[in-house]
């Protein structure tokens, strides 16, 4: 069984910084590609980032490209999503997510390719 545990988020003032830590308990962390989404009250959850299993292929949204950064350790089996330069419009709850397929060759943004997911944590950027 695979269980995923987000840490990191809070308060921040915009142009701030936060590292969000999602740890994974259970087997083969270093098969799947691992992402973070995040849901802004009233809207659907959308994608955000996404690493490869070895971590040698990143992508992001277009609204975060530049600012965010994903990384893993797989000796922790952790994922992390530094996020610097922070907006108002970055608030949101953000969920760690598990893809059984290691190499993708894309972007997977739909939510139905995930078949972990965390309770996630919440982010809050003041102004």
């Known amino acids: 069984q695979v269980h995923l545990v987000e840490s990191g988020g809070g308060l921040v003032q915009a142009g701030g910084s936060l590292r969000l830590s999602c740890t994974f308990s259970g087997r083969a962390f270093h098969t799947y590609t691992m992402a973070w989404f995040r849901q802004a009250p009233g809207k659907e959850r959308e994608f955000v980032a996404s690493v490869n299993w070895i971590g040698s292929a990143t992508w992001y949204t277009d609204s975060v490209n530049g600012r965010f950064t994903i990384l893993r350790d797989n000796a922790k089996n952790t994922v992390y999503l530094q996020m610097d330069s922070l907006k108002r419009e970055d608030t949101a709850i953000y969920y760690c997510?598990?893809?059984?397929?290691?190499?993708?060759?894309?972007?997977?943004?739909?939510?139905?390719?995930?078949?972990?997911w965390g309770q996630g944590t919440q982010v809050t950027v003041s102004s």
């Open positions: 997510a598990a893809d059984p397929l290691s190499a993708p060759i894309e972007a997977r943004i739909d939510t139905n390719l995930y078949k972990y």
